[in-house]
């Protein structure tokens, strides 16, 4: 997977080959304790929240391989989907938020 633009950015145990959602991460024939059971799965996301955009991306686009992977026992994928709706949810309130701040600055500062 490409590490992306922001990847020199960040410590090594926030990228996304290291987090347990991404594809790398995962043996064949992954486990559920490679990834939060179905049950736990809303305790699990509580980190999302305090994701970057650029990371809740990485992290999402890792899930997103993973479930079209099609390998992954049918309760961790359900894990992963909620994940991937977590981050999801995510990059759209940190694009909700810039679009905000830039209509705001757009407002404060007219082009006449």
């Known amino acids: 997977m ?7 950015q960040y410590p090594d145990e926030y990228s996304p080959q290291n987090s347990p959602y991404s594809a790398s991460s995962a043996p064949s024939g992954s486990s559920a304790s490679s990834v939060p059971s179905a049950n736990g799965a809303s ?27 099609g390998s992954v026992p049918l309760e961790d994928s359900l894990a992963l989907w909620e994940r991937g709706e977590a981050l999801a949810q995510r990059c759209q309130t940190w694009l909700d938020e810039a679009r905000a701040r830039l209509a705001a600055v757009a407002q404060e500062d007219p082009e006449d």
């Not at 490409?2 to 020199?8: C, I, K, R, W």
């Not at 509580?46 to 992977?69: F, P």
Request: net charge negative.
């Open 43 to 69: 305790g699990a996301n509580e980190d999302v929240a305090s994701l970057s955009y650029e990371r809740a991306r990485e992290e999402l686009v890792a899930v997103v391989q993973r479930l079209e992977a």
């Open 2 to 8: 490409n590490p992306g633009p922001y990847s020199d």
